[in-house]
T-cell receptor, first 113, second 113 residues
């Protein structure tokens, strides 16, 4: 089945710096790749997603890149702010008759003011 | 509008007892997912419902776990003969259609003593 690896597990950056989180997936049939942000005590919330027919997508300070050949995708946050501090999860989804979403283990991002 | 709601928010039970966790998805959402999140860990897929199709149960960890979705809306996750390793936060999510943004509830924190 699908497996999603996420690195790093913890990331600490200075306010204003960029943060990059990387994920790899195993099933080449996966075609939808969302990123979620989870704040303490809350459920995850979608921040950006990308589909397999697109290589890059950007939304203000957040961007995601996808390399289908290498089966990896990355989240880029520029000009980080303290409120970006949270746990970030990547995920890969594929339609196998059902629709299963497999999440990475998460990256805890600390933005130091 | 109202988001995904889950009840109870916290549940403490004794080993061997059965528990029922409830999820009310966003009205009109056809897809519903259950995940388990252990402390500091990622999201483990449990089960997925899509409309009237047979659910994808491939993530359920044992036959003590079951879930149903009545009338295409409310879902109940049942854990029979609970074990201490069942202690976790159980998250429910819904999406308008499969392969789309999932909206998460706040979760139910289950503690098995």
């Amino acid at each position: 089945g699908e497996n999603v690896e996420q690195h790093p597990s913890t990331l600490s950056v200075q306010e204003g710096d960029s943060a990059v989180i990387k994920c790899t997936y195993s099933d080449s049939a996966s075609n939808y790749f969302p990123w979620y942000k989870q704040e303490l005590g809350k459920g995850p919330q979608l921040i950006i997603d990308i589909r397999s027919n697109v290589g890059e997508k950007k939304d203000q300070r957040i961007a995601v890149t996808l390399n289908k050949t290498a089966k990896h995708f990355s989240l880029h946050i520029t000009e980080t702010q303290p409120e970006d501090s949270a746990v970030y999860f990547c995920a890969a989804s594929l339609n196998t008759g059902g629709f299963k979403t497999i999440f990475g283990a998460g990256t805890r991002l600390f933005v130091k003011a | 509008g109202a988001g995904v709601s889950q009840s109870p928010s916290n549940k403490v039970t004794e080993k061997g007892k059965d528990v029922e966790l409830r999820c009310d998805p966003i009205s009109g959402h056809t897809a519903l997912y259950w995940y388990r999140q252990s402390l500091g860990q990622g999201l483990e897929f449990l089960i997925y419902f899509q409309g009237n199709s047979a659910p994808d149960k491939s993530g359920l960890p044992s036959d003590r776990f079951s879930a149903e979705r009545t009338g295409g809306s409310v879902s109940t996750l049942t854990i029979q003969r609970t074990q201490q390793e069942d202690s976790a936060v159980y998250l429910c999510a819904s999406s308008l259609i499969a392969d789309n943004e999932q909206f998460f509830g706040p979760g139910t924190r289950l503690t098995v003593l």
